[in-house]
């Protein structure tokens, strides 16, 4: 079964082995990338909540905050930490966090009685759903650098090893 057009998927450079990643077929050494088979990987379809959290690093936590915000509309730290029983200083904090990731808009309100307050809204889907997938390609290409590291390693530590007799060993970041 082929993919639609428009989806995006992975391809693979058949001259130098390079990566990329889209929904249009990129080129690499001056020739379009081959699209690489999706149906045979030892890789599990990650839940939202795992890619989420892998990719985008937030906590359970920050993931519930995420959520009741996106369901709840327009809220304050305060009416969201009573709803969700967190404490006002973690939800302000996450708040802070998904309001620069850019899911969030955090705007100053000021209070007919005097002083401020900041209320939280959800930016519109299309928006949550193009900041994600932007910050997702950036991590995918950032695994990519590092397993094209890995494999210069592995290359390296194998000539190595026929040079000097040394067992190659995994490398794997402390």
């Not at 889209?22 to 839940?47: F, I, L, Q, Y």
């Not at 404490?87 to 708040?95: E, F, K, Q, T, Y």
């Amino acid at each position: 079964m082929t993919p639609p057009a428009d989806e995006t998927r992975l391809f693979e450079c058949v001259t130098c082995g390079g990566v990329g990643i889209g929904d249009n077929r990129p080129t690499c050494c001056g020739e379009p990338m081959a699209a690489t088979e999706t149906g045979n990987t030892a890789v599990s379809e990650p839940s939202l909540e795992t890619l989420l959290k892998t990719v985008f690093d937030m906590s359970g936590t920050e993931l519930d905050i995420c959520l009741c915000v996106m369901e709840g509309g327009e809220l304050t730290v305060a009416a969201l930490a009573e709803q969700i029983g967190y404490d006002r200083s973690v939800v302000a904090r996450h708040l802070n966090h998904l309001a620069a990731f850019g899911v969030v808009e955090k705007r100053r309100r000021i209070r007919p009685a005097g002083g401020h307050v900041y209320v939280y809204t959800p930016q519109p889907p299309e928006v949550v759903r193009e900041r994600l997938r932007e910050e997702f390609l950036s991590w995918v290409r950032l695994a990519t650098a590092q397993l094209d590291d890995l494999q210069r390693e592995k290359v390296e530590a194998i000539a190595d090893a026929e040079t000097d007799e040394r067992q190659w060993t995994v490398f794997q970041e402390q």
